[in-house]
């Protein structure tokens, strides 16, 4: 069974760091399109960042430069570190996996993957 698990998550002050973590079991993470999506209260679930292949990714324009999504397929672990955070990133992280390949102008399509996490909360505040 494929699963995921989140965990990193906390308070920050507008300006700081986190790194979030997602733990895959019971697949080939090297050979699935991995990807952390955000919901805020009251909005839609947000595509942030995507990789896939031999490492290439997409991110989010409102997380470029800001925040790195990498993987570490021996370990079997997705990571996103998150720099200067603002208010506005405040929201339940998720990571997701799906089986490749997957068109590219869908990757941020919460429709797109097939396993996800239970999230994780982040919040920011100014």
């Known amino acids: 069974q494929v699963q995921l698990v989140e965990s990193g998550g906390g308070s920050v002050e507008a300006g700081g760091s986190l790194t979030l973590s997602c733990a895959a079991s019971g697949y080939s993470s090297s050979r699935y399109y991995m990807a952390w999506f955000r919901q805020a209260p009251g909005k839609e679930r947000e595509g942030i960042a995507t990789i896939y292949q031999a490492s290439g990714t997409v991110y989010a324009d409102s997380v470029k430069g800001r925040f790195t999504i990498s993987q570490d397929n021996t370990e079997n672990t997705l990571l996103l570190q998150m720099t200067s955070l603002k208010p506005e990133d405040t929201a339940i992280y998720y990571c997701?996996?799906?089986?490749?390949?997957?068109?590219?102008?869908?990757?941020?399509?919460?429709?797109?993957?097939?396993?996800w996490g239970q999230g994780t909360q982040v919040t920011v505040s100014s």
């Open positions: 997701a996996a799906a089986p490749g390949p997957r068109t590219m102008s869908r990757l941020f399509r919460a429709d797109t993957y097939n396993y």
